[in-house]
């Protein structure tokens, strides 16, 4: 659609109509206008699903790795796919913007949402994050690039002031939203945090760089509740405040208007770029408006089409090779792996995530998988009718009981598996009823005059024992069991944050001893207030075995198994967004347990099921170490795929290992000071006096290479373009990522030790050479010119690195940039 036609529908509009668009309907959709032909557009939490447009376990969703496996793939041809797939997940689902990706940076390996996130660089994250947005926006479904900018911490996320100095911005925090912009993204998400002085909803930098010097044409769409007035604002280059419908416009903002603190003109902007968003994904058609329903008006399920078996078998292919893509082997000795299943006798699979793993991360960027395949299913089914598996826990790390579900409840009322949830008005009548497939309830549907959530159920024990029973939520909560009552009690609001209070109210726990087969009744209550969210649950777990007899019982599996696989990680307590990680230790007693299991079995793999870097005190003391991240429904299969050698494992490091942070996340006074300027990540430690356990980059596969040339000619536009010639001197196929590092040695400016400036993945077959190719445009020369306002290139030589990590690096050549020059 032409700007004139933008413009002459924003003319028909009157001031109160125009403003009503720009602040949501609901929490997932916008405003309808008929006269204009111009129905809700719909928009949906990612990155790693479309959840739709509400919480609702009976809607799910095809799951993809976290954004940080995606990473460390490296592999920009397999991440346009699972973007072309989440394409076809929101339109399944009637959605017509994913709010995704992230294109934060990992300034800090304690940062909560460090899973959400791709990479500490700037280049790497730049590149996965196109090629995400490609594939989305490739089927009509627009993409959002989040959260503008330098949003890359959990504490005090909704009021912090970033400082940050402009060449940092520039040539670091920057740099993947001007490639989003560069590739044409059609949304961009402003952030809750401040940056040098200014909330990011009200900041300059909306107007410049962003829509002036990039020429975005999107629309700023503000992240939930980062609106907070109507006049500065709304004088802003923000354009859509969500969610809906009360927030800091709507009347305010007409008022501002009309008594001159607001331009028109400033409001029209807005909602021309939401028509022009509109016409993009198809929700603009004058002469008709066609309805899309909320979850209130249909229970959770608003448009959504079921999937098809045929769309998970195809889903689930690209999936599987995706986990496999994303693992990083750090360590191999002894060639531990891959595991020859036909030699395999007896197989220990041990760990607290091995039968229960975490394959998404916790936060706005979570759906209910359509499956999930743990690593126990997923070695079983590798082995079956090969070899036995055995497994044993060996730890607890979780904190709360399970909600309740399909395997040990049923249905009060019908007796189907799950639970019963009543809504009750104010005299404790019932207004709604429905049945739902689980005991942790996010969103239960909207129904005029609910006050109180009930979830009811029959538990069946599967053990004799005491058990512990919980209920969560904020407010008044009641829990009893068999008409008992166990809880009651008023949990106050401590927090403001959003991903808290909607996702994880507490919980409150009682103990109940109960009879195998012997079922009860447990009922939970929560009462709803106006600003602690809906979220409620009702959870149980059997009893336990003692720390000491399961740390035992793991280790006699071990002790008796040819092999020993232990999946280790972190819990929705100790990596989630909402609030940022205190160290990088595992949860309880996991590090204690790999020793144990590999000092009775010192054929021992360890898989580490984590978001972002963990300590990992013990690696030198187990012969192989394998990353798994949050992988995706298909974790046990594409997890055995690379421990028994049907692939290789993919990855390479997207970010440092370390076992500490160099840099804080908790703000001072509010500030948070981004001191470190251009030294995060692996160009900090390149200044540390003891090298991190890993290096970004890093990654083995199942073969070896040999790094035996070099030449740098050069390039278009200023540019050079690397070719390294590479040999797979092992004995099976592989592939490489060839990494290319710029270092500039008697610089005039400060710069980083070296940063990486391009890299090409390989393939070659055993005995193979290869050349890589690497083109490295002009922008990877220049340095941003605070005095200038612009990028300038040094004049002089530079240092050209060859390698596979930041630090390993056997291939050196120079080339030298010409005439001094400055521009994009």
């Not at 490639?179 to 930098?205: K, S």
């Not at 278009?716 to 092992?730: F, K, P, Y």
Request: net charge negative.
């Amino acid at each position: 659609m032409i700007d004139d036609e933008l413009d002459d529908m924003v003319r028909k509009l009157d001031l109160d109509q125009k403003v009503r668009l720009l602040t949501g309907a609901t929490a997932w959709r916008t405003h309808a206008e008929p006269d204009l032909g111009l129905r809700s557009i719909v928009v949906s939490d990612g990155p790693i699903g479309v959840r739709g447009q509400g919480w609702d376990e009976r809607s799910v969703s095809l799951t993809l790795p976290s954004p940080s496996a995606l990473a460390a793939t490296w592999d920009t041809g397999l991440v346009r796919r699972l973007g072309e797939l989440l394409a076809g997940e929101a339109r399944r689902k009637s959605v017509d913007v994913l709010l995704a990706p992230t294109i934060n940076l990992h300034r800090s390996p304690l940062g909560g949402r460090h899973f959400e996130c791709y990479s500490e660089d700037p280049l790497l994250t730049a590149r996965i994050g196109v090629a995400y947005i490609e594939g989305v926006q490739s089927r009509g479904v627009a993409a959002t690039a989040k959260h503008y900018v330098a949003n890359d911490s959990e504490t005090e996320r909704m009021t912090l002031d970033a400082h940050v100095d402009e060449r940092t911005l520039r040539e670091l925090y920057m740099v993947p939203f001007e490639a989003a912009v560069a590739a044409g993204v059609w949304v961009v998400m402003a952030a809750y945090n401040g940056v040098n002085g200014a909330t990011m909803t009200e900041n300059p930098l909306l107007a410049d760089p962003l829509k002036g010097e990039w020429g975005f044409d999107g629309l700023v769409i503000s992240d939930w509740g980062a609106v907070r007035s109507a006049v500065a604002a709304g004088r802003a280059p923000q354009d859509l405040a969500m969610p809906g419908p009360d927030g800091a416009w709507g009347p305010a903002l007409a008022a501002a208007v009309r008594s001159g603190d607001v331009p028109e003109e400033a409001v029209d902007e807005k909602v021309r770029r939401l028509l022009g968003l509109a016409a993009r994904v198809g929700a603009l058609s004058p002469g008709s408006s066609p309805a899309v329903l909320s979850p209130a008006e249909t229970g959770g399920l608003a448009g959504v089409t079921p999937i098809t078996a045929e769309e998970v078998e195809r889903g689930r292919v690209v999936l599987r090779e995706a986990v496999a893509a994303s693992a990083v082997l750090l360590r191999n000795e002894g060639g531990l792996l891959p595991l020859a299943p036909g030699r395999l006798r007896r197989v220990a699979v041990i760990g607290p995530n091995a039968a229960t793993p975490r394959v998404q991360g916790g936060g706005s960027a979570g759906v209910y998988p359509v499956s999930v395949a743990s690593p126990l299913d997923g070695i079983r089914a590798a082995l079956d009718g090969l070899a036995e598996v055995t497994h044993a826990v060996g730890t607890y790390t979780d904190g709360h009981p399970a909600p309740l579900g399909l395997d040990n409840a049923c249905d009060p009322r019908d007796g189907r598996p799950g639970v019963l949830v009543r809504l009750l008005g104010a005299d404790g009548a019932e207004v709604h009823a429905e049945h739902r497939l689980t005991g942790q309830i996010l969103e239960p549907a909207l129904v005029r005059g609910m006050r109180t959530v009930e979830i009811r159920a029959r538990l069946r024990p599967s053990v004799t024992g005491r058990w512990r029973v919980g209920v969560s939520g904020w407010g008044p909560v009641f829990l009893a069991a068999d008409g008992v009552t166990l809880v009651d009690e008023d949990v106050p609001l401590d927090t403001d944050d959003p991903a808290t209070i909607h996702l994880h109210p507490p919980y409150r726990f009682a103990e109940l001893d109960l009879t195998e087969g012997v079922e009860v009744e447990l009922v939970s209550r929560r009462r709803l207030s106006r600003d602690s969210g809906l979220a409620s649950a009702l959870a149980a777990d059997p009893p336990r075995r003692g720390d000491a007899d399961e740390l035992a019982a793991a280790v006699e599996l071990a002790r008796d198994a040819d092999v020993a696989i232990v999946v280790v990680g972190s819990t929705d307590e100790s990596e989630s967004e909402g609030y940022d990680r205190t160290d990088l230790t595992l949860p309880g007693d996991q590090d204690a347990l790999v020793r144990a299991v590999v000092a009775a079995n010192p054929s021992t793999v360890v898989v580490v099921n984590t978001g972002g870097p963990v300590a990992l005190p013990w690696r030198d003391e187990v012969p192989a170490v394998l990353l798994s991240w949050f992988p995706g429904q298909e974790y046990g299969h594409g997890l055995a795929d690379v421990l028994f050698g049907t692939t290789e494992p993919g990855g390479r490091l997207p970010t440092t290992w370390a076992a500490r942070s160099l840099v804080s996340t908790t703000p001072a006074g509010g500030v948070l000071k981004y001191g470190e300027a251009l030294d995060i990540g692996y160009r900090a430690w390149l200044r540390e006096p003891e090298p991190p356990a890993y290096w970004f980059g890093h990654g083995l596969g199942y073969t070896t290479w040999a790094y035996e040339g070099i030449t740098v000619e050069p390039g278009a536009s200023a540019g050079a373009v690397v070719r390294i010639l590479l040999r797979n001197t092992g004995t099976r196929a592989g592939a490489e990522v060839a990494q290319v590092y710029l270092a500039r040695p008697g610089s005039a400016v400060s710069r980083p030790e070296r940063w990486l400036a391009g890299y090409a993945r390989v393939t070659a077959g055993p005995g193979e050479a290869v050349e890589a190719v690497v083109e490295l445009p002009a922008r990877a020369f220049q340095h941003w010119s605070v005095e200038r306002k612009g990028w300038v290139t040094e004049l002089g030589g530079f240092a050209v690195l060859a390698g596979r990590t930041a630090a390993d690096l056997p291939l050196a050549a120079s080339v030298t940039v010409g005439a001094e020059s400055t521009g994009a």
